[in-house]
């Protein structure tokens, strides 16, 4: 597993987004954190630096919401309402799943046993005073490499 880590205060965020691009290798990937740490915010950066129009918002009660990028779409989830894998079923989350489009999901948790093989995690905290520190990491099929980077935009 490889962790990358970054610290960066709210108003860095943009390039911030830009440098977590250069590291995804895949396009299922999962963000965790509080609710209030930041994950949708993030996720507004990263379609601003996906060259998207669109503006994210928080899919709580709709479960997922989709962006547009020039090429792609964005499938963006949030699980956090979801109370059993049925549910998912129900909205039909396979096809999403299947889709080969990017799908940025919140509280995975919730949908473990139904997650590809292969993603990657971004975990945020917040750490006051509108920093962030973000850690992205790479689910490599049990290799055993770690490497972390530190980005400071304070």
Do not use: C
Not at 33 to 44: E, H, P, R, S, V
Not at 49 to 75: C, G, H, R, W
Request: aromatic letters at 12%; zero cysteines.
């Amino acid at each position: 597993m490889q962790t990358l880590s970054f610290s960066y205060h709210l108003k860095d965020i943009d390039a911030i987004a830009l440098e977590i691009l250069k590291h995804l290798e895949v396009k299922t990937i999962l963000f965790n954190g509080t609710m209030g740490a930041g994950k949708t915010t993030l996720i507004n950066a990263l379609l601003r630096a996906m060259q998207s129009d669109d503006v994210a918002t928080s899919p709580t009660f709709s479960i997922v919401n989709e962006y547009e990028l020039p090429n792609d779409k964005v499938y963006h989830f949030d699980f956090y309402r979801i109370e059993s894998i049925d549910e998912a079923y129900n909205f039909g989350i396979e096809e999403y799943l299947n889709s080969n489009n990017w799908l940025f999901i919140e509280w995975a948790d919730r949908i473990e046993s139904l997650l590809p093989e292969n993603f990657q995690t971004i975990s945020i905290t917040d750490t006051g005073k509108s920093k962030r520190s973000l850690k992205l990491t790479v689910n490599t099929n049990n290799l055993t490499e770690y490497k972390t980077m530190t980005v400071s935009k304070f």
